[in-house]
């Protein structure tokens, strides 16, 4: 992690006098054509390039590496603001830290208010194939620079603009490329056929309380603990059809856990947005739509919690840079919560009604997004600053008054490893740690030096509180009786269960003897099963030659047990398909993080058999059957009834000849793993005496919108991304390490029954859902369906297993209470049987 931000350490260029500097070029000087315009997609080096003129020509710019992508691209942010504000940047930097921890007295913050400068963030091509973003940031840029409006000097002089142009690199680079390859070719509009960030995909708006990724946690760091703007603007481009574009206020519910302060500066600042757009006869903004104030986790909302104004915008995207033309008739007469689309609304006020609509309309639709929220915050400087220490300050109050009063971590942990990983994630979003030096009492028990604390007095007590207690999502119904309103995203999250730690919340106040850490000390690997840390210790002993050990109770050795097996590296196949499974980059994550090497499976690999004499155990990610089977066809279906010719290449999927690849890879005592949906394929095919007990639903995790969320079954099961209770059968060496009750996190999910078999090597359950009291955060209905029923089946065939999980113990690189499930089946797959 770096250290504190020095801009006098990081700075690439030296500026001098402005009258020795070149004129800054326009952006179609530099790139040779205007981005934005049409079959024309700037690449990273492109943009990057053209900041770095931008930089070494004028004194209202400064451009700064703060981080490498996954892949090891320089990640830059340009600073942008009026010369003499920018020879102050560590001044209006401190002010801002010491107004929005709280840290000012009541009268130095009204006068360190009186003196800094707004801060505003806006970002660009977090989702890579969302392409406008990144194509409008040389354009704000330049008129940041250049311009001189009354409107634009006021901005420069009275805001610091912290422009990342490109923050998912690794992405745009992908999406340039391909579509390059593809325009004016019949494969034009075809979509990426891989995930646009190494691991997540889509997912990486998804990490922003886990901060598993780099990119995120550079961007966490510069927002949570050296920058913490005002406003941070995440722009996106996936708007409600026919809407040009989605503005806040956002639709319902509202978390609880977000200062309602900010909830109403947001909806202020989307007031200010729309205004503009009705002013610049821009029509197509709609509000209060599909996206709510529930979930934690996004770039646009955990800043929320963190009381800054999270802003979104999704702009109207076709595909690509290819423009379309819509006629009259296809725009809808409703948006799919059945307010109108083709008559003026409150929250719809001048509707779109068809015609052309090409890459740089998007442009300039978030260029007017842009100097609305800049002319704001120029406009509203002291306001924001202030109120930045009002919520902190307030937040402290609240904190100290107790209920609650802290969340203490025990040191006596399941597993310490994984409760260090979640407490060094804290501090990465900015929550301060605490550990005791010496013994006290809290809430009527002892506890020793060593233990550690999370006060919550603190600034961020509004990201703290959602991050540790249970979420309860509201049923709001369309009506009386009428069905309850589904979540955007998750409807539970609570992190210590996730990652099974234990914590104990404390209302009343305590005294305790603390020293505030600064950086989390994360226990070394131990063979120690209880402990996740326990695979990256196998991994080890592995490379350095020396021998491990399982014995049948489930202890790891480098002794030779009476009876179990010895270790071995396995061989690990992940099926990835050409449908840019999320999933799949997930779960290719959990092996890079133990140190499990794997080797990609694509659909030919699959076909091609014999694949017992390359791999130990093969997973098969979240997917149902039918995508595994038939993967991409050479026609797709896209949004709004749109279809798109993919490259031959990447159509299909493993087809019967695959799966019965996969069976012979079993029956020669392979071990396949499916997840969820996965599961299907195994059950359907594979003569094992499991069914599952849900329907099979067709489809597969999907790009470009929220997480999927399967139907209601019947009997009314519906689990729309939950936390549940579990048990689980520690004896069964598939569970070996885990307590006996846990937690998982479930998106739908599946349930098994094991049918009656007069086969001596019968299927065996070691994973089930709680007979009672299943929701531990969130929101479900029906339990009733799958409460007690197993929710992990190990099934014999041949000389292999099937290992099915009905959930994802993998999630999001989240639920690390439910990794060695995973680990403990791969690692296990290649072990040999003591003699």
Not at 165 to 190: F, H, K, Q
Not at 270 to 289: H, I, N, Q, T
Not at 702 to 718: L, N
Not at 795 to 801: E, I, M, S, V, W
Request: glycine share 8%.
């Amino acid at each position: 992690m770096v250290s504190g931000f020095r801009l006098t350490r990081r700075l690439l260029l030296t500026l001098g006098p402005l009258a020795l500097l070149a004129a800054p070029p326009a952006p179609r000087e530099h790139f040779g054509f205007d981005p934005g315009d049409d079959y024309r997609l700037a690449g990273y080096e492109q943009i990057v390039s053209y900041f770095q003129k931008l930089a070494s020509s004028s004194d209202r710019i400064r451009l700064v590496e703060f981080g490498r992508s996954s892949e090891g691209r320089p990640m830059y942010a340009a600073f942008i603001s009026d010369a003499a504000n920018l020879r102050q940047l560590d001044r209006w930097r401190d002010i801002n830290r010491r107004l929005a921890l709280g840290q000012a007295s009541p009268e130095e913050a009204r006068r360190l208010a009186a003196e800094g400068r707004a801060i505003v963030w806006i970002d660009s091509g977090l989702h890579a194939t969302e392409v406008a973003p990144v194509q409008h940031a040389p354009h704000l840029a330049w008129r940041m620079i250049t311009g001189e409006s009354e409107e634009i000097r006021r901005i420069r002089s009275e805001v610091v603009l912290i422009q990342v142009p490109v923050i998912n690199p690794d992405g745009l680079e992908m999406v340039a490329s391909w579509y390059a390859r593809n325009v004016g070719t019949p494969y034009e509009i075809a979509p990426l056929p891989w995930l646009y960030q190494k691991y997540a995909g889509h997912d990486n708006n998804r990490d922003y309380f886990m901060y598993n990724l780099a990119e995120t946690r550079h961007v966490g760091r510069m927002l949570f603990q050296e920058w913490f703007p005002h406003i941070v603007y995440n722009q996106h481009q996936v708007a409600p059809f026919p809407a040009r574009i989605f503005i806040p206020p956002y639709a319902e519910p509202l978390n609880p856990n977000i200062p309602a302060a900010v909830m109403e500066g947001i909806h202020r600042i989307g007031s200010v947005m729309k205004e503009r757009f009705l002013r610049e006869d821009k029509p197509g903004a709609v509000s209060y739509l599909s996206f709510d104030g529930w979930w934690n986790g996004g770039l646009r909302s955990a800043p929320a919690f963190h009381n800054m104004h999270g802003i979104l915008t999704e702009t109207a995207l076709y595909y690509y840079a290819t423009p379309k033309e819509y006629r009259p008739s296809e725009v809808p007469e409703r948006f799919s919560n059945g307010l109108p689309a083709r008559e003026p609304t409150i929250f719809y006020p001048k509707p779109w009604l068809g015609g052309r609509w090409a890459l740089r309309d998007a442009v300039e639709y978030m260029l007017t997004a842009d100097f609305a929220i800049l002319s704001e915050a120029a406009s509203n400087r002291s306001h924001y600053l202030l109120k930045a220490w009002e919520m902190a300050r307030a937040n402290i109050e609240a904190g100290r008054r107790g209920n609650p009063f802290a969340w203490i971590v025990p040191p006596d942990q399941h597993d310490p490893w994984s409760a260090a990983q979640m407490l060094e994630r804290l501090l990465v979003a900015g929550i301060d740690v605490h550990r005791a030096t010496a013994p006290f009492a809290a809430g009527g028990r002892e506890y020793p030096a060593g233990t550690h604390i999370l006060y919550a007095a603190q600034p961020f007590r509004g990201y703290l509180v959602d991050l540790m207690e249970p979420q309860k999502y509201p049923e709001m119904r369309t009506g009386a009786a009428g069905a309850v309103r589904r979540p955007y995203d998750l409807a539970g999250w609570t992190l210590p269960f996730q990652m099974g730690v234990r914590t104990v919340r404390v209302d009343a106040p305590f005294e305790a003897q603390t020293g505030r850490l600064d950086r989390i000390d994360i226990p070394a690997p131990e063979l120690d099963l209880r402990r996740n840390s326990a695979f990256l210790a196998i991994a080890s002993a592995l490379r350095e030659g020396r021998r491990v050990y399982l014995s049948r109770e489930g202890q790891l050795s480098l002794e030779k047990p009476a009876a179990g097996w010895e270790l071995k590296l396995p061989r690990v196949g992940l099926y990835v398909p050409f449908t840019a499974n999320m999933d799949a980059g997930w779960t290719a994550w959990l092996f890079d993080q133990f140190q499990t090497p794997w080797q990609e499976l694509r659909n030919s690999d699959v076909r091609g058999g014999a694949l017992r004499d390359r791999f130990d155990v093969i997973v098969l990610a979240q997917q149902s059957m039918q995508s595994i089977l038939h993967g991409t066809p050479g026609v797709v279906p896209l949004r709004g009834g749109e279809t798109a010719r993919q490259r031959p290449e990447f159509t299909g999927g493993i087809g019967l000849e695959g799966a019965r690849h996969l069976e012979e890879f079993v029956r020669r005592g392979g071990t396949l793993i499916a997840f969820d949906q996965a599961t299907e394929l195994p059950l359907a095919l594979f003569p094992i005496d499991v069914r599952g007990g849900l329907r099979a639903t067709s489809g597969g995790q999907q790009e470009g919108g929220p997480q999927e969320q399967q139907p209601e079954q019947p009997g009314g099961w519906f689990c729309p991304g939950s936390v549940l209770r579990m048990t689980a059968d520690p004896s069964h060496p598939l569970a070996f390490g885990m307590p006996a009750e846990h937690y998982a996190t479930s998106t739908g999910g599946q349930f098994f029954e094991i049918r009656e078999s007069p086969a001596e090597n019968k299927p065996r359950a070691f994973v089930w859902y709680a007979k009672s009291n299943l929701l531990a955060s969130g929101w479900v209905s029906g339990e009733r369906v799958v409460a007690g029923k197993p929710a992990a089946v190990e099934a014999p065939l041949g000389a292999g297993r099937v290992v099915l999980f009905g959930f994802r113990p993998q999630f999001r690189g989240q639920t690390f209470g439910t990794f060695r499930l995973v680990l403990n089946a791969v690692w296990q797959s290649a072990a040999s049987p003591l003699p």
